[in-house]
């Protein structure tokens, strides 16, 4: 019989490791390895997914327009230009399969988000890494790895899992330096917890060769309702429309979506929240020997002597129930990323931190 074998690449993808939420033995699981949102989505999400429900014998609005609308009012943008999608990682995945092809490449940084590799790959094309400076996105690295080739760049801003950023005139210069037929994508799904930062969307609306990906996941706590956005030139959009399965979202994702969008009150407690809760877990950890760089997200990058430590630690947190995440496998195998949790959470984390400090002197 004859073998039956997927396209090139397939085989080279390793499967995503969601972040853990069981742990054997143990009741009082906290789980921080998957930079959601500690106090849940705004109590109006929940509420419009009530209302929604009965409507489910229904097919979904194929536009979104509803939702577009939502998110242009709220951030000042063209709902013509926005996209709505299975989360962000969807529209990383409509992009990937509309411009990589075979013999394409599709760049990203060192420490980059994983389904850039996996949807590029998927699309039959090849992902190129380029170097980063110290854990920080570098756009002259990321320019100089640019070939004929090079369809697509792809840079979380700030980036997943270091939780550094690069500023507007960075970015205007790597849009600028890059080939004619490559197109920029700034992933923006940490945008929203950097205080003025628009996540590109000027830059979108400035030039042909810029698209910007957004998230429900992360401030506004729906990541187990799976919606995310795209904002990009119009022929951009038109492009990925064609390949949107028409029926993407459901009502129920669109619904609360909106409610979620519209209840700022909700957004910036939330926000403020992180934003004091992270520079006191930095500061904790940091006392404790563990230091971090400055992140502008919802997680830290906890940094060990040694991938040993880095996993005893794992370990020892594990066991009292809190479950981070080992990011070896994003060339980082001496740190932990820990999502900013709630008070609590942020104590249980240093206590534990500080416990295994304890057991070894
Ligand atoms: N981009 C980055 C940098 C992320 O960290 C994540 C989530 N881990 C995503 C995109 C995808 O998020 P979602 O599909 O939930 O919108």
Excluded at 138 to 150: F, N, S
Excluded at 234 to 244: A, E, L, S
Excluded at 268 to 275: G, S
Excluded at 291 to 303: G, K, M, Q
Aim: hydrophobic share 45%; glycine share 10%; proline share 5%.
């Amino acid at each position: 019989m004859a073998q039956i074998t997927p396209q090139p690449g397939i085989m080279e993808i390793a499967l995503y490791e969601g972040g853990q939420s069981h742990v054997e033995g143990v009741n009082d699981v906290l789980k921080l390895s998957s930079n959601e949102n500690p106090y849940g989505p705004s109590p109006d999400a929940k509420q419009a997914i009530a209302d929604a429900i009965g409507q489910i014998h229904r097919y979904p609005n194929t536009d979104h327009l509803p939702l577009r609308e939502a998110i242009a009012e709220v951030h000042g943008l063209d709902p013509d230009r926005i996209i709505c999608g299975v989360g962000s990682d969807e529209i990383i995945q409509f992009l990937c399969q509309a411009y990589a092809g075979p013999g394409d490449e599709v760049l990203h940084t060192e420490h980059g988000f994983a389904m850039y590799r996996i949807s590029a790959l998927a699309a039959g094309a090849t992902p190129v890494e380029a170097p980063e400076r110290e854990r920080v996105t570098d756009v002259d690295a990321l320019l100089a790895a640019c070939t004929e080739r090079t369809r697509l760049v792809f840079i979380a801003n700030p980036n997943n899992p270091t939780g550094t950023m690069i500023g507007g005139n960075e970015l205007a210069r790597l849009a600028d330096g890059l080939p004619e037929q490559a197109i920029l994508v700034l992933d923006g799904a940490y945008a929203e917890f950097v205080d003025g930062y628009d996540g590109g969307a000027a830059l979108v609306e400035a030039r042909e060769n810029v698209v910007m990906t957004r998230t429900f996941s992360k401030l506004y706590g729906l990541g187990g309702l799976r919606v995310g956005w795209g904002y990009a030139p119009k022929p951009i959009i038109d492009v990925m429309n064609r390949i949107r399965m028409p029926f993407n979202l459901s009502e129920l994702q669109m619904a609360a979506a909106i409610a979620a969008i519209r209840d700022r009150s909700w957004a910036v407690r939330c926000k403020a929240e992180n934003a004091r809760l992270r520079v006191w877990l930095a500061e904790e950890l940091a006392a404790l020997g563990v230091p971090s760089d400055t992140s502008l997200a919802n997680f830290i990058l906890a940094r060990f002597a040694s991938a040993a430590e880095a996993e005893a630690v794992d370990a020892h947190l594990k066991s009292r129930g809190v479950i981070v995440r080992r990011v070896a496998g994003y060339g980082l195998p001496h740190c932990l990323r820990i999502t900013v949790g709630d008070d609590a959470g942020c104590r249980r984390v240093v206590e534990g931190v500080r416990s295994f400090r304890e057991c070894l002197s």
